[in-house]
């Protein structure tokens, strides 16, 4: 997971780019993954050193829409009996 001091530059700089004041400027950002399964590194941190340099942590948390995806793609556009296996047993 990347910093919140990453996204807040980049809430910055589309304000000063594109001079628009909404979040991120007004453009539609895509962020993807697991937000609790990779943490970032603070040396020496704390466990609340931790959890407040997280995305989560960010006043941008508040606008940010989440979704979940549920379905394995890969096994509806493959016809591997295979693929099919491995998704069935790494789902549960």
């Known amino acids: 997971m990347s910093k919140k001091k990453a996204y807040e530059a980049l809430d910055r700089t589309l304000h000063d780019i594109l001079g628009n004041n909404n979040i991120m400027g007004g453009v539609t950002v895509v962020l993807s993954g697991d ?23 960010s006043y941008l948390w508040q606008w940010t829409e989440k979704l979940s995806l549920y379905t394995d793609m890969r096994v509806h556009l493959q016809s591997h009996d295979a693929t099919a296996e491995f998704s069935d047993n790494s789902s549960r």
């Open 35 to 57: 937000f609790r399964r990779t943490l970032p590194v603070v040396p020496k941190g704390t466990r609340a050193d931790i959890v407040n340099i997280c995305i989560k942590a």
